[in-house]
């Protein structure tokens, strides 16, 4: 199994919809997360952190769930500038080295 | 910029040939990250650096790889005997703490080798 694992798309959306990623890890000891932003030919951007107890900034709801070992990105209200790949971030191994997933693609349509 | 940058941007090598990638990091970071991104993959740990101490170099491909930051501040990631297979864009990120916090990323490397 991979350290990380994300469901790679592409998630086809209407603007307006409600979009939901997961992403699995299987270090139990990892205990930061974050979601980063990644646009076509573009360097990843930070998103947001996910601590134990979520986090939210506006439209976007990031959630931990420990027991089962993932965590999720929320996307209300979807916008057509919300169309990118979206990386998920543990750290992991010994030295908390941040381990990426492969990316999920949204792509929101008029 | 207060940003991250890298250079070149854009860099061509025939197979064979040795490379030379810049990293700059944002003033201060103390930690800094080489990555190697295939398309349509996410990025792929290389090396890792605490100030001037590279810690973990548990992901670069061989001994062809080669990464360096002597004064703790700008780093190099040397190819030698470039290959196709290392064609890809190489990331170089910073982050204020050690690992486990926020990362930085510069704008990358796309290197292709013919």
């Known amino acids: 199994r991979k350290e990380v694992e994300q469901d790679p798309g592409p998630f086809n959306v209407p603007e307006g919809a409600t979009v939901a990623f997961n992403c699995t890890y299987s270090n139990s000891a990892s205990q930061s997360f974050f979601w980063y932003r990644q646009d076509c030919r573009k360097e990843p951007k930070l998103l947001m952190s996910?601590?134990?107890s979520g986090n939210e900034d506006g439209r976007f709801t990031a959630q931990l769930n420990r027991a089962s070992q993932y965590i999720s990105l929320l996307i209300r209200d979807s916008k057509l500038s919300d169309s990118a790949t979206y990386l998920c971030v543990v750290p992991s191994g010994g030295s908390y080295i941040p381990t990426f997933g492969r990316g999920t693609s949204l792509i929101v349509h008029p | 910029g207060a940003g991250v940058s890298q250079s070149p941007r854009y860099k061509v090598a025939k197979r064979g040939q040795d490379v030379a990638l810049r990293c700059d990091p944002i003033s201060g970071h103390v930690s800094l990250f080489w990555y190697q991104q295939a398309l349509g993959q996410g990025p792929e740990f290389l090396t890792y650096f605490q100030n001037e101490a590279q810690l973990d170099k548990s992901g670069l491909p061989s001994d062809r790889f080669f990464a360096e930051r002597p004064e703790g501040s700008v780093s190099t990631l040397k190819i030698q005997r470039t290959q196709q297979e290392d064609s890809a864009v190489y990331l170089c990120?910073?982050?204020?703490?050690?690992?486990?916090?926020?990362?930085?990323f510069g704008p990358g490397t796309r290197l292709t080798v013919t």
């Open positions: 990120a910073s982050s204020f703490q050690t690992p486990g916090g926020e990362q930085y």
């Open positions: 996910v601590y134990s």
